[in-house]
């Protein structure tokens, strides 16, 4: 495969890069003053449905951090919405979904839809962002993983324990495992869609999937998640792709069997250890834990000085945070990390 001019893309495919390359994610959103003044203007979907605004906040965390990739501002809740759930975010209380999906006729009425005609507007802004970008910095695209949107989309929000999701897997396996492979082929188009607008690196979040065991993830998860990225690798096999399983280390090496280039790793994980027993195979991401940006400026650089110490950058390895950034995180702790990485890959 031929080199890339991005050091993103270069180091997901484990060649050799000049620096460690460093993005975060959810590097767009309301630690920055900037971004909440969009917000107080604009509600989040307006933001997510209007390119000029998704590239001027797309663009925030590239002007003001110099961070290494832009990933496209939107939500993992965007494809459930075009399936036909009736999203909402509710200050406070995060993304509801009105009409979860619980019983086999919810599962026969979702919808199958094309991204480029249900959210024409998140390809509009990708090739727009691309535009701004290159060749300095790529496009990352995204989606949810099928487990982490269908937990959204049957308890219709967010949730602690996953009663509603789990209660379906079990009764009901063979609808469950219908809607999951519904959900698989529409975030394969949106992925899709989203590489041919110009996005060059692609990451699957699966947030909440660390809540089932190994056993239950290799059999309720995993199976989505590898048809997800079997077809979008035949279908854009250019484009590295990301998985990020959020507390996932007691199943590693089930991740490890995704089909994904890149694992991103949370911070409960040691990066030494996941190297020593799935880098040969995969690249990996991650993984401070958010929370210590809220210490000293000093603290976080040591923190990140310490995290690269674990992991030799030549052989793939994308510094991030072990999950989003988190609000009310300080903008100079953040400025700092990146510089940290920056100076000392
Ligand atoms: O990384 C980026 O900068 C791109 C933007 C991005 C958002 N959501 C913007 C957003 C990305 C990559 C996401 C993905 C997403 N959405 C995930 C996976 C990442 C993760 O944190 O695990 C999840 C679980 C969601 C679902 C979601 N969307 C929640 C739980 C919430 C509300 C709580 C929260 O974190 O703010 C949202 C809304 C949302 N998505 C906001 C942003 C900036 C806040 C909306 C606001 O401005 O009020």
């Known amino acids: 495969m031929q080199e890339s001019p991005f050091l993103i893309v270069n ?31 604009h509600d989040f979907l307006t933001v997510c449905d209007t ?11 590239v002007d003001q951090l110099g961070i290494d990739g832009a990933i496209i501002f939107s939500d993992l809740l965007i494809p459930a919405r075009d399936m036909g759930c ?19 006729d919810d599962v026969a009425k979702l919808r199958n839809p094309d991204p480029s005609e249900a959210s024409p507007s998140l390809g509009k802004a990708i090739s727009m962002l691309k535009h701004e970008v290159e060749p300095k910095i790529p496009v990352l695209g995204f989606t949810g993983a099928p487990w982490t949107t269908a937990a959204y989309m ?52 699966d947030s909440w999937a660390g809540a089932l065991s190994e056993a239950d993830y290799r059999r309720y998860a995993l199976p989505a998640t590898q048809k997800v990225i ?14 990020y399983v959020g507390n996932s280390g007691h199943f590693l090496e089930a991740t490890a069997e995704s089909g994904a ?9 040691d990066l030494a250890m996941a190297a020593a027993k799935v880098g040969d195979r995969v690249a990996l991401q991650g993984n401070l834990d958010p929370v210590r940006l809220f210490s000293t400026a000093d603290d976080v650089e040591q923190a990140a000085l310490e995290t690269m110490r674990l992991l030799d950058w030549k052989t793939g390895h994308i510094f991030n945070l072990g999950h989003g950034i988190l609000p009310g995180t300080p903008v100079e702790n953040v400025k700092r990390l990146v510089d940290t990485v920056k100076n000392h890959g």
């Open 11 to 41: 180091a997901a495919r484990k060649l050799q890069v000049p620096r460690r390359p460093v993005w975060l994610m959810r590097q767009a959103g309301r630690y920055m003053p900037e971004f909440r003044a969009i917000r107080a203007k």
């Open 51 to 61: 390119p000029e605004l998704t590239v001027e906040v797309s663009m925030q965390p």
């Open 86 to 104: 009736d999203l909402e975010y509710v200050k406070g209380e995060g993304p509801v979904i009105h009409n979860p999906v619980r019983h086999a």
């Open 154 to 205: 049957i308890e219709g929000g967010g949730s602690r324990n996953y009663i509603e999701i789990k209660q379906m897997m079990y009764k009901d396996p063979g609808l469950f495992d219908k809607l999951l492979d519904h959900i698989a082929g529409v975030l394969v188009n949106y992925l899709v869609y989203q590489a041919e607008s110009g996005a060059r690196l692609v990451q699957i979040f």
């Open 230 to 243: 079997r077809e979008f690798k035949s279908r854009q096999p250019e484009v590295p792709l990301i998985l």
């Open 261 to 269: 280039d890149v694992l991103s790793l949370d911070w409960r994980v």
